[in-house]
């Protein structure tokens, strides 16, 4: 032992168990004590016991401090294991820690985020050591031994009350149940989870160490079947304290169950039990407080029950079970009564809680009365009964109610077992024994007894395997040994268990019919006195001593015998026996009569399994087993289990008895540790040699204690030993074996001192050499500091002289120019007041001149107006007396022209000029009146023929027309009411048009106010522009930056909407993809089923995919039901279809409603872009306009609606005259009846279309009324605002003034144009209603009109006809709708028809498939061809294949096709092929051609899909076909939206009569399951890679240090082979990938997402490893990840994928390893921390500060504080709470459409394809 200057030790101390210190004078041999410097400065004297020469113990160095595994100390002894455990409990927060094969696990006691199920799925497939300790990793290399040994396992939790052992065993079977979930649907790993609640309900209690402690023992056999699923559980229980049924310590509880009831009791199915609060109970009230902080009992019942149900336990057995509990109640509340003498006592028969407890078990009142005060004795002559005192009556009683709860206990854990037994066989299993630890009180009884007695079974059966491990391990490496000596109890386990033991004397003592506790005691005295494991105690005749190996233990013998015996009254059973409830029967029924229990099927193990705890049957008590011999027996079942199995340990410890979280006491640690034996563990690993370091990191670690000739050699084992033997003398202290070195305990130490040493002695040299470099370039930097000192010194001296020559100059210049300036000021004084006195002088003779020529002025303007005045009135004087002349003078001119004009008249002369020609004229008329007289004759003729036929005729229709008016004098009334009505609307109409009047001169006068108004807001808006203008570039200043922030949040915030929504559709498809996969299986399960011998199955009864059933129909053309008449049409004939007059008139009404559809929507866009263009004017003027159209508008259609009145007054007033003229007729007859009636019809129409335009004048009248009353309130609010705001106009205001009124006048704007606004929009929607209902009344009476000259025009059989055709018109329209509805479902009739004769076909051809066997094919040339070649003039880009071929058209080009045999083509040749088939069937309208293709192409998709599923090549060249066709079927839809980057010879190539969306949709979802199932297999190629190669890999050689990892990496814990991987095999299979997906032609946008998918799973899984793996946690590791992440950088940059976010990915990694690199100490390293890793969460920041483990000495541990720090500087974060990254997270895909390129006619098709039978069209 190395005892010299400042080694560190650990001594004794009362209050921490060890203390540290430091040695502060060398130690030498003989010395009486050592000299020590205790942690806190003081000085200490260590005595030395000379005699046993014990030493204090040496403290291991700070970098092995902290490790995951106790045995990788190098000094290995309890306070190095307890200090190691302190340190990573409180400073690290981790509460698990290895000790060889020992999981110890520290309580909490609170809750932390490390059992997610990410953390379950993190810990699944890795090596026990490779990550942190966890019960996840015990769990782990049980399901991996299991699977790999074929060997059944067990998992041991053991510990005292409260330290957890019931948690860790619940997550440990939640790992079995996530990892080995059950592969059928009987959800058997739920039912193993669902019986925690129950067991914990009836079988856990709060005591004062733990609020759920488990009063019993479990032993759980999870069974597996040979592909390692769960397929069923079975429970085994040891020792239910049912003491605890009648009794309770102080702060304890009864068991939950009893709360959970009592805290239900108000429900309504459980008012029968008769149950109140708890505290009324005597059972559950005798420990206080009834209730636990922080726990429902309510809500935990409703879980508990639940679970009932979910483990198949019927409503009834469920309401008998809570009746029985509560029965166990109400008879703890009896009242007893005693009688005078205390021999006897009875029960009252009217007591409450003895009619509920009879009541509620259903037994006979009376009798429990009697039996419960009575017993009977039965001797060999007579039976008699016999009473019993009180207390005789009380320990009955409670012995009842223990043996109804045990035996209800016993019951429920049957039916468990029932519930999780199968009928497959089982393969294996892995247990989890549950049980207690070692106990010791201050009173230990029976229960503490047995429990002492397990514990020393496990504790041998631990030691021996410890030891085995041991050995084995050296005899793999060739480790010579020798036997090594550890602690061996079975002469304890003798003194419990052999004969004449302690329990064969107890058994006895039973027996005996007097038999005592004293007795007892004293035969135990007297028969093992002598046993080293047993003693007397000096103080007590009572009690006895055992020396357990963990402590010795005082037992008191009082109440051995009865709780051995277990007694209950013969007479109290039989009672329950003949209960009326079945269950409560059949609890108490003999062993004998009891269902078998269900034993595990054949094959499973060695080892049958069976109850625990039998039946126990009272009626006889001499044959009746004692408790200690069933748990005896139990017991040893248990041991032949476990040592069939392979066991792994787990150690629970509680740090303290407070519950505190994360407080650590050390004596109760240690009490704890020397029970569990976890100390033994040490203990035996210390004997041997603990510490074991492979060759190459021993080489790693320790290279630099090597010499440079030895680092030459290749062989590193042989370096190896080299070094050990010049380091380290003594050949004892290590062993070399095949892979690994062994050294004795404190030889790891020794080197890791050697290697600080060196270390420092490098340091040293280094720090010398840079502190004489340093010191040298001071020196030099301080002799240049001197010369420029010197030389600015030496400036400013002569700065400053020449500064006060030029400041002398300066003051020279100041005077003369100030003397200068003062001389001036004073004659400019002068001048100024000279000046001035001139100016005044001026001014006033000017002034003078002024007025005098002002006044000089106005006379002469007042002398010219007289003068003027006087002219004009002379002028107008002169010239009335001249017209007066020309006057006179003109009329005599007249008179003398007019006289010779007469004269000239009456001559001879003139009358032969004007009867020039009249001869010839009048000859003319002559000849015209000759030829009329001739036609006159002949109409004379004709006239009086026509007359005589027509008085015939007219004599006729007047005596008709007699009838006829007799018969209808009514309607004459009718049309005189109607005229009056007319006059009426005529009066209101002009009535209307003088409101209208009114209306208009209102508007007009409020428009010349608003006007008005207008103006002024525009003067003040012109002031207050210049304002706004400045404010405006303030404002934008600072708005753009938050707008533009504003901006890219909503966008973000936009995307990630976009993102969360496409996630969640295609988790849909994925789900529905996987329930598709599951069909499919459960399919071809039924068909191996059904195709067994004997039942045959035929193809023809297999069906199709699910996926046939769900495509859609094709979707014709827009007009669908035109579209179905023509399909009609054709199907039903030509000529059947002409004459079918339905099915024209359905024709012309859609069209009509489709040219209205139009018409409806150019007047809508016609009216959009009216809006937008009034939009662009200014808003002031915008407002005006607006209201002037508006009105002008509303005027107009006024106008329009009372022209059109009056034109139809008129027009009804005209029919009314030609009626009458017809009714004044003497032709009257049938016919003109039957026309009057059809008038009649059309004037009551035309009435009901004046009743209309009536209603809508009023409407009209009513809105600009309205529009009125509107304008006025805004014209109020104007005025209002115009009297606050005008006032200040004048007055000068400030800015923040100017603003508030700027804001002001914008919200008065803004009110004002919204009100402009709504109502011009009001009037504008009116008017349009009004304008079209107004073109439909003209439309709809033009046709009447002319249908009604028609009619008048025609004959009156012609009348009685086309009044018949209008009714079968009308009657048609009317039945149209109803026939739509019978077509359309005739039309799915059809679609269902089609789809069944499609499913017919494709049976028929696999049927024909499978029975013939298609003829060969000629081979042709398989050379590669060039795909794009010269077209052929005649090709068209269209294939054309006969049905029966589509077949083998799948199969040649889906099914069977590989993509090497197109990988020198086109890329996606098959897509391209696809659709030019499509298109043919297209071309010719076939749509069930078009179906059947694309049907059998998806599902030969996911057939081929399905066949290789791990198929990364194949899967890649699907999805790049099946986005091909997809893109295909856009681009060549015809839809103008994917046409844009057409050529023409591509647009000749769309489809012209289907339209495909819906399959569009179909392949869309294919291809979201083809990219699943690419990232899946890519994810698992790359999975296994990720640690290794980023985390683990040294691609910087030499820069990682390595660490002692202890039992950790032995060999059984680790896999066969290497399967390390370096960062270049990640690269190569990266750019595998991609040039896989490159070559296929996959879309680029894809490409890019799948490298984003798989970089965020290497981000999440190493992250995820990072965060619970201790020993990456370093500075070198970070510098080494942060190089590996750069590699992978510079390969996406490398090929062109930067844009597709892959590198963003990894910035949680690379963060991570700056964090690992960056400086902890200080609170500036804190904020720099916070400020870089945005990316981590701070979980997951303050866990990788808490995993930081220095590898070097001169690193420093992060300190707690600093993680303090962090945590508050992180707190304003609201960070998800999960520590893990979800690895199995899919970013949503997204397909964007990629046109391309190559026409169809271009294409070729390679012989390789086998394709012949496809011809060119």
């Known amino acids: ?329 109400h008879l703890g509340n009896l009242e007893i009564q005693g009688e005078r003498d205390g021999d006897a006592c009875s029960v009252s028969s009217e007591d409450e809680h ?69 009928t497959v066989k089982q393969h294996s299993f892995i247990g989890v024994l549950d049980i207690y630890g070692f106990e010791t009180f201050e009173v230990n009884s029976f229960e503490q007894f047995c429990i002492n007695y397990a514990n020393e079974k496990l504790q041998q059966q631990f030691n021996s395997h410890v030891f085995k491990l041991e050995q084995e391990e050296y005899m793999k490496e060739g480790i010579p040994w020798t036997l090594i000596d550890f602690y061996d109890n079975q002469p304890c386990i003798d003194l419990i268990e052999a004969k004449l033991g302690i329990l064969d004397l107890l058994d006895e003592e039973c027996k005996v019919p007097k038999g005592t506790d004293q007795n007892w005691a004293q035969k135990l005295y007297d028969r093992h006195a002598s046993s080293q494991h047993f003693q007397k105690p000096r103080m007590s005749n009572t009690s006895f001593i055992v020396l357990h190996f963990a402590d010795k233990v005082e037992y008191q013998s009082e109440g051995f015998l009865e709780k051995n015996r277990d007694t209950v009254y013969e007479e109290q059973i039989n009672i329950l026996k003949a209960s009326k409830y079945q269950m409560v029967a059949d609890l108490f029924q003999d062993e004998k009569d009891a269902a078998p229990t269900t034993s595990v099927g054949k094959g499973t193990s060695k080892i049958s399994v069976r109850s625990a705890r039998p039946v126990i049957k009272a009626a006889n008590k001499e044959h009746k087993k004692t ?80 010499k440079k000739r030895d680092l030459s050699k290749n062989d590193k084992k042989q370096i190896c030993q080299t070094l050990l033997e010049d380091l380290i003398k003594d050949p004892d202290k290590f062993q070399f074996g095949r892979t690994k070195i062994f050294f004795r305990a404190g030889q790891v130490a020794y080197l890791e001192k050697l290697r600080a040493d060196k270390f420092r002695a490098a340091t040293i040299m280094i720090q010398k050499t840079v502190r004489g470099w340093l010191q040298r370039v001071k020196y030099k930097r301080l002799r240049r500091a001197a010369i420029v000192v010197q030389r600015y010194t030496r400036g400013h001296l002569a700065r400053r002289l020449a500064e006060h020559l030029r400041r002398t100059r ?108 009249m001869e010839n004229k009048v000859v003319q008329l002559q000849r015209k009146i000759d030829e009329q007289n001739k036609e006159y004759k002949l109409l004379n003729e004709q006239l009086s023929t026509l007359a005589s036929a027509h008085s015939s005729e007219v004599e006729k229709l007047k005596k008709e027309l007699v009838q006829y008016q007799q018969g209808h004098r009514g309607d004459g009334n009718q049309l005189v009411s109607l005229q009056e009505e007319m006059e009426h609307l005529r009066l209101e109409l002009e009535k209307a048009l003088g409101e209208r009047k009114v209306v208009e001169d209102s508007y007009v006068k409020e428009k010349d106010l608003l006007r008005k108004r207008i103006s002024d807001l525009e003067e003040e808006n012109a002031l207050l522009k210049q304002e706004k203008e400045e404010l405006n570039s303030r404002i934008l200043c600072q708005s753009q930056d938050e707008f533009a922030r504003n901006t890219v949040e909503e966008n973000i915030q936009m995307k990630k909407e976009l993102e969360e929504e496409r996630s969640r559709y295609q988790n849909l498809v994925k ?142 007033n005209e029919l009314r005259k030609a009626i009458a003229d017809r009714a004044t007729q003497n032709n009257s007859s049938n016919d003109i009846q039957d026309g009057y009636n059809l008038l009649l019809n059309q004037l009551k129409s035309a009435n009901e279309e004046l009743e209309v335009r009536k209603e809508e004048v009023l409407i009209l009248r009513t809105q600009i009324m309205k529009a009125a009353q509107q304008k006025e309130t805004g014209k109020n609010m104007e005025n209002i605002t115009t009297d606050a705001s005008w006032p200040n106009s004048d007055k000068h205001i400030d800015q923040e003034d100017a603003i508030e009124a700027y804001q002001g006048m914008c919200e008065t704007n803004r009110l004002l144009e919204a009100q402009l606004q709504d109502q011009r929009r009001e009037h504008e929607e009116e008017v349009e209603a009004l304008k079209n209902e107004v073109d439909a009344m003209k439309e709809e009476l033009e046709k009447q009109q002319q249908a009604f000259l028609q009619t008048l025009q025609l004959s009156p059989e012609a009348q009685v006809e086309f009044g018949l055709q209008q009714e079968i018109t009308r009657l048609t329209n009317e039945n149209l709708d109803l026939k739509e509805v019978l077509e359309k479902l005739e039309k799915n009739e059809k679609k269902l028809k089609k789809q069944l004769k499609i499913y017919m076909k494709k049976v028929q051809d696999f049927e024909a498939s499978q029975a013939t066997v298609p003829a060969e094919r000629r081979q042709h040339e398989r050379n590669m061809q060039v795909a794009v070649q010269r077209k052929e003039k005649d090709f068209q880009g269209m294939l054309e294949y006969y049905k029966e071929d589509e077949p083998l058209l799948i199969r040649n080009l889906i099914t069977d096709l590989k993509p090497q045999t197109v990988s020198a083509t086109v890329p996606c040749l098959p897509a391209y092929i696809l659709y030019m088939c499509i298109r043919h069937a297209d071309y010719i309208n076939d749509d069930q051609k078009v179906h059947s293709l694309l049907t059998s192409t998806i599902n030969g998709i996911k057939k081929v899909l399905k066949k290789h599923n791990d198929d990364f090549q194949m899967t890649s060249f699907w999805l790049a076909n099946t986005c091909r066709l997809l893109h295909c079927l856009k681009q060549y839809s015809g839809d103008a939206g994917f046409m844009t980057q057409n050529t023409p010879k591509q647009n000749e190539h769309c489809l012209k ?265």
Not at 1159 to 1170: A, D, F, I, M, S
């Open 627 to 706: 408790v200690g011999h069933q748990f005896r027996n139990s017991l040893h079942l248990l041991m032949e289990t476990l040592n069939a199995t392979t066991p792994h340990y787990v150690r629970c410890i509680k740090p303290n008895d407070e519950k505190l979280p994360f407080k650590f006491d050390p004596k109760r640690a240690v009490q704890q540790l020397r029970a569990c034996g976890v100390l033994e563990t040490i203990r035996i690993s210390a004997a041997g040699f603990p510490s074991r370091w492979s060759y190459h990191d021993f080489f790693n670690r320790y290279r630099v204690l090597m």
């Open 354 to 422: 003895l009619n509920n407890f009879c009541g509620l078990l259903g037994v006979e009142h009376s009798q429990m009365q009697h039996w419960l005060c009575h017993r009977k004795l039965i001797t060999t002559a007579e039976t008699y009964v016999k009473n019993m005192s009180v207390q005789q009556v009380v320990n009955a009683r409670n012995a009842l109610a223990k043996h109804i709860y045990a035996q209800l206990f016993n019951w429920i854990v049957q039916h468990i077992n029932k519930a999780l037994h199968t």
């Open 1 to 329: 032992m190395i005892i010299q200057l400042y080694t560190r030790v650990w001594i004794p101390d009362p209050d921490e168990v060890w203390r540290s210190a430091e040695i502060i004078k060398d130690y030498k041999e003989g010395d009486k004590s050592l000299h020590l410097k205790l942690e806190d400065e003081t000085l200490y004297e260590y005595p030395i016991d000379l005699q046993g020469n014990e030493l204090p113990f040496l403290r291991n160095p700070d970098i092995l401090v902290g490790e995951n595994d106790l045995t990788a100390l190098s000094y290995l002894h309890e306070p190095a294991v307890l200090h190691n455990l302190k340190v990573r409990f409180l400073e690290s927060n981790h509460i698990y820690t290895y000790c060889g094969i020992v999981l110890v696990a520290i309580n909490p006691y609170e809750q932390l985020p490390i059992y997610e199920q990410d953390v379950i799925y993190a810990y699944s497939g890795q090596n026990m050591g490779d990550m942190d300790p966890h019960i996840f990793a015990v769990a782990e290399e049980a399901y991996k031994q299991m699977a790999r040994d074929e060997k059944n396992q067990s998992i041991i939790v053991s510990g005292e009350s409260g330290a957890g052992k019931t948690v860790s065993a619940k997550y440990a079977m939640r790992f079995f149940a996530t990892v080995g979930g059950s592969a059928s649907e009987t959800n058997i790993e739920a039912k193993v989870l669902a019986s925690s609640p129950i067991m914990e309900a009836i079988g856990n209690a709060k005591t004062t160490r733990n609020d759920n402690s488990s009063r019993f023992g479990k032993y759980i056999q999870i069974g597996f079947d040979k592909r390692y699923h769960i397929i069923g559980a079975n429970m085994r229980t040891y020792l239910l304290e049912k003491s605890r049924v009648v009794f309770q310590a102080e702060d304890e509880r009864n068991y939950h169950i009893f709360y959970q009831l009592c805290a239900s009791a108000s429900l309504p199915e459980f008012k029968e039990l008769g149950l109140t609060c708890a505290e009324d109970f005597f059972y559950t009230s005798q420990g206080g407080d009834t209730s636990i902080e922080g726990v429902d009992d309510a809500d935990d019942f409703e879980k508990t029950r639940h679970a009932f149900t979910l483990l198949g336990v019927k409503e009834s057995h469920q309401t008998t079970i809570f009746r029985i509990i509560a029965a166990i109640l």
């Open 1553 to 1817: 009569n289907f339209d495909l969306t819906e399959y569009r949709q179909v392949l869309s979802h294919l291809s979201i399951q083809i990219y699943q199932q690419l990232i899946k297999i890519a994810e698992g190629i790359l999975q296994p890679m990720i640690v290794s190669a980023v985390l683990e890999n040294e691609s910087i050689q030499g820069l990682s240090g390595v660490k002692p990892m202890g039992y950790r990496n032995r060999s059984s814990s680790m896999a066969d082979g290497d399967s390390s991987y370096s960062l270049d095999a990640i690269i190569r299979q990266l750019n595998m990938f991609h040039s896989v997906m490159c070559d296929q032609g996959l879309d680029p946008e894809i490409v890019q997402q799948v490298f984003k998918q798989l970089f965020y799973m290497i981000n999440a899984v190493a992250l995820n490893n990072l965060l619970l793996r201790k020993d990456v946690c370093s500075w070198s590791t970070g510098m080494q990840l942060r190089f590996n992440i750069s590699q992978l950088e510079e390969w996406l940059r490398g090929k062109n994928l930067q844009q597709s976010g892959a590198a963003q990915m990894l910035e949680p990694l690379i963060q991570a390893a700056q964090l690992l690199q960056l400086k902890k100490k200080t609170s500036e390293d804190a904020e720099a921390i916070c400020s870089l890793c945005t990316s981590l969460t701070t979980q997951q920041i303050v866990k990788i500060l808490n995993l930081y483990t220095p590898v070097n000495e001169f690193e420093e541990r992060v300190t707690v504080a600093f993680i303090r720090d962090i945590q508050t500087h992180l707190q304003e974060r609201n960070d998800p709470p999960q520590l893990l990254l979800d690895f199995k997270h899919m970013f949503p895909v997204l397909f964007p459409f990629n046109p391309s390129s190559i026409t169809m006619d271009s294409i070729h098709l390679p012989a390789s394809l086998h394709l012949e039978f496809l011809n060119k069209v």
């Open 810 to 917: 300066a003051a020279i210049i100041f005077q003369k120019q100030y003397r200068m300036l003062r001389i001036l000021r004073a004659f400019q004084r002068v001048r100024n007041a000279t000046v001035t006195i001139q100016a005044f002088a001026r001014g006033m003779f000017v002034r003078r001149i002024y007025r005098k020529i002002l006044a000089e002025h106005k006379a002469i303007i007042l002398q010219k107006y007289a003068r003027g005045w006087l002219a004009r009135t002379r002028f107008r004087r002169v010239r009335g007396a001249t017209i007066v002349l020309q006057c006179y003078y003109r009329r005599m001119k007249a008179r003398q022209e007019l006289k010779a004009l007469k004269i000239e008249a009456r001559s001879a002369q003139h009358l032969k000029k004007l009867n020039i020609g």
């Open 1071 to 1212: 789900e529905y993809s996987r329930l598709e996969q599951r069909y499919d299986n459960l399919r071809d399960e039924m068909t191996i089923i059904k195709q067994a011998p004997g039942h045959r199955r035929n193809p023809s009864n297999q069906s199709s995919l699910e996926s046939d059933s769900n495509y859609p129909s094709i979707s014709t053309s827009e007009i669908g039901d035109t579209e179905d008449v023509i399909q009609q049409v054709e199907e039903v004939g030509m000529e059947k279809a002409a004459m079918d007059m339905t099915l024209f008139l359905k024709l012309q009404k859609r069209v009509r409603e489709l040219e209205q559809e139009r018409k409806k929507l150019q007047t809508h866009l016609e009216r959009k872009e009216q809006e937008s263009k009034k939009s662009q004017v200014i808003e002031t003027k915008t407002e005006v306009t607006s209201d002037h159209e508006d009105f002008a508008y509303n005027s107009l259609k006024r106008q329009e609606l009372e022209s059109e009145n009056k034109k139809l007054k008129n027009e009804l």
